[in-house]
């Protein structure tokens, strides 16, 4: 089975986040940037259907920042076979839509089975890469899943929806799925296997297409958000300090 | 001796037997068959030893010396002879819990006559374990954060020098200064665990007080590395050395000074064997234990407690150190210092090291207790109120075994703190 991964580099939550100076985003000169959490789940979806059922793996990602190579590294460590990225003179930040505009030309080339993407990337909250790359390709598409298998000709989608319910679906191939969570947990890649790929691996380049422009939503402001209140810390020892929270609790007539 | 075991297949009892005159009969003259030694491969044997570092492992001749002196051993069931015997009666150690017990702490090699080294034995056989995917979870968690953040606790990396911003004293920074006498390696549980940061703001109180010239790195700062190496990730160890070493080049500087042992022997042993940087460098127990003269008049408030000593596996048995921290203890007015049985070479392991910082609750699987609740109720058998410690991996692990073995008495402070408290005359309510 051919597989593609379609994979994002996102900003790093773990740094206080810092916005530009005109407040319209991030500054991301002055952000670091990882591979979405997701996306780690699609691509140990992806080598874990490799592992059951042969084929090759391609992971793919535009490279917003021009350090997506790392992340490409890290993909092929982890069992990925073959690594791809989108350049050109790219400013970020880059809508879905056009990202998925660029990922399904070169996807597209690549003659695909299954293309596999995160359920949704943290950094926009969009979820529609997915969709888009399958409506560019032409293809069916579930989302949500959280486990794959693959059948004779087709795969077999779980995906679960609230309250509980479970579904199973036969989808025929080639098709675009948005993994929600791989079967199992993505597999640790050891630096000393990514040193090794970023010495020897080849990663394949598409050019962007410079003339496509989505004409969507605007990003106008963004702020950190205000505390409206704070909390208020109480002192004490244990005893006085569960005496006192009772006192409040009663008093607001919580108890 | 039970006269039944005469049955016992593979031993060979004669009834009578009566050798020059003298009578063996019965037990005495138990002979056991010759071992059937093919009944032993040494194929596994041989994948651990046939590892790049790991050759030592198949030197192994049974004398079970290391048994004894190991720390994992006083709480479970472990040491090289056992992990030798286990291979060569078909344990594979690379897909075996086993491979995660041992702290590297060195105390069988020190007395190994075959010079059976595990310090290089594990992270050759950890390494292997690593490639192949098998790597215990919350291990795997601190590796990843290391990789992401530079730091194993999994803050961010720009946050590294923001405990300065909690100093009461100037805490220079080598991006500003440019050149300092004194290059301050804070170390990652130093600048982010909140007792870490104890002791950093007693190391910054003390520089300023003995006038020293020093500047940290800040954010520039990543993790050693090497406890990581020691559990089998030699690749992230080689990525953050590289970082380190070329941030360390950036600046001028005379003399390095580290808070931590692991730290210590990273730069002076690993960075320097493996690329080259060879540079001056000391524990914060020794740089400060050179100034005695300049820093003993400044400790004017009494200590009046029992203070006992846990020697850093990393700072004694591993470079031979074990004066310095107790000429800074016993430079403290009122200090009584009482020796452990286990202190010195054979000191006792916190079960911190070689990435058992990392697999706490892993280990206390396969052991009765924490090495470092042993190592509690060791101090507090001696009587001791406080257990001093000089390695930034302590803290936190003897006051959580403090709290769950019921010794909440026992005050578990840094060689710095106790120095500031007697500098400053605070903190002493004991
Ligand atoms: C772990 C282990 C398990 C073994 N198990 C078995 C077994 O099950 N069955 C079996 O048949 N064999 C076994 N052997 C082998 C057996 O023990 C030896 O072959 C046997 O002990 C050799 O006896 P020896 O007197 O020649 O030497 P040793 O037993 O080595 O005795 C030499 C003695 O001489 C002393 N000595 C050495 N140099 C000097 C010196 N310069 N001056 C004064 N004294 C000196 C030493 O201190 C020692 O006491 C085992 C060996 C080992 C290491
Ligand atoms: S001390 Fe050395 S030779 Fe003896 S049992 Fe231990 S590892 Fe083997
Ligand atoms: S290095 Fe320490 S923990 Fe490891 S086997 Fe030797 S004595 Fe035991």
Redesign the interface.
């Known amino acids: 089975m051919n597989i593609v991964v379609a994979i994002k580099h996102v900003p790093s939550t773990t740094d206080e986040l810092e916005l530009n100076e005109d407040g319209t985003n991030l500054d991301f000169d002055e952000i670091d940037f990882l591979l979405n959490e997701f996306d780690e789940h699609a691509i140990e979806q992806a080598v874990l259907l490799k592992e059951a059922a042969g084929g090759e793996v391609t992971v793919i990602g535009v490279d917003v920042i021009e350090e997506l190579d790392g992340v490409l590294h890290t993909a092929l460590a982890k069992g990925a076979d073959k690594a791809a990225k989108i350049v050109g003179d790219i400013e970020p930040p880059v809508s879905s839509h056009t990202q998925a505009k660029w990922l399904a030309d070169a996807i597209a080339e690549m003659n695909p089975d299954l293309v596999l993407t995160g359920v949704q990337a943290v950094d926009d909250l969009d979820g529609q890469i997915g969709p888009m790359l399958a409506a560019y390709l032409d293809l069916p598409y579930v989302g949500v899943v959280t486990g794959v298998s693959s059948q004779n000709g087709s795969v077999l989608a779980h995906k679960e929806f609230a309250g509980g319910v479970m579904a199973e679906y036969e989808v025929t191939l080639p098709a675009v799925l948005g993994i929600q969570a791989a079967e199992k947990p993505p597999r640790y890649a050891p630096i000393s296997k990514i040193r090794q790929m970023a010495k020897s691996a080849e990663i394949e380049e598409f050019e962007v297409d410079e003339d496509f422009e989505y004409e969507g939503c605007e990003l106008r402001k963004m702020a950190k958000p205000e505390s409206a209140g704070h909390a208020e810390m109480i002192e004490g020892d244990p005893e006085e300090v569960a005496e006192k929270i009772i006192a409040i609790l009663e008093e607001r007539g919580l108890l | 001796m039970d006269a039944g075991l005469d049955k016992v297949e593979g031993i060979l009892e004669k009834e009578v037997a009566i050798v020059d005159g003298i009578d063996i009969s019965g037990p005495w003259n138990r002979m056991f068959e010759q071992r059937v030694i093919w009944d032993y491969t040494p194929e596994l044997i041989e994948k651990v030893a046939s590892l790049p570092g790991a050759e030592s492992f198949a030197w192994c001749y049974q004398c079970a010396k290391c048994v004894p002196v190991c720390p994992v051993d006083q709480v479970g069931d472990y040491g090289p002879r056992k992990l030798y015997r286990m291979a060569q009666t078909g344990v594979d150690l690379l897909n075996h819990d086993a491979l995660w017990l041992c702290t590297t702490c060195r105390n069988c090699v020190r007395v190994c006559k075959k010079v059976v080294d595990m310090v290089k034995i594990m992270p050759a056989a950890r ?1 292997q374990a ?2 192949n ?1 098998f ?1 215990p979870e919350e291990l ?1 968690t601190a ?2 954060n290391t ?3 530079g730091n194993p606790l ?6 590294r020098a923001a405990w300065t911003k909690k100093s009461d004293v100037p805490v220079p920074i080598m991006k500003d200064v440019k050149r300092a006498e004194v290059l301050w390696y804070v170390g990652s549980y130093p600048s982010y665990h909140p007792r870490g940061i104890d002791a950093s703001l007693a190391a910054a109180r003390i520089f300023n007080a003995l006038n020293v010239d020093f500047a940290i790195l800040g954010r520039e700062e990543k993790d050693d590395g090497d406890s990581q190496r020691l559990a ?5 160890f ?2 953050l050395a590289e970082h380190n070493i070329k941030v360390f080049e950036k600046y001028d500087w005379d003399l390095m000074v580290v808070t931590g042992p692991h730290e210590y022997n990273a730069f002076k042993k690993e960075y320097k064997e493996r690329f080259g940087f060879d540079r001056p460098i000391q524990h914060y127990t020794q740089f400060l234990a050179d100034r005695l003269d300049q820093l003993k008049p400044m400790l004017k408030h009494e200590i009046p407690l029992k203070v006992t000593f846990h020697d850093p596996c990393y700072l004694g048995r591993h470079h031979g150190e074990y004066d310095a921290p107790r000429a800074l203890l016993q430079a403290i007015p009122g200090l009584e210092l009482v020796e452990m049985g286990r202190c010195r070479e054979n000191g006792y392991c916190c079960g911190g090291g070689g990435g058992g910082m990392w697999l706490d609750s892993f280990t206390i699987n396969h052991t009765t207790m924490r090495l470092s609740e042993r190592r509690v109720l060791e101090a507090v058998a001696y009587g001791a109120d406080v257990l001093a410690v000089s390695c930034p991996f302590e803290v936190s692990r003897f006051e959580d075994a403090a709290k769950s073995t019921g010794n909440d008495q026992l005050k578990v402070l840094d060689i710095l703190e106790l120095l500031d408290m007697s500098m400053r005359g605070v903190g002493l309510a004991a």
């Open positions: 390494e690593v490639l995917g790597v795997q590796f990843e990789a992401k953040y999994g803050q961010s990396q720009r946050k089998g990730e030699l690749g992230l080689e990525m």
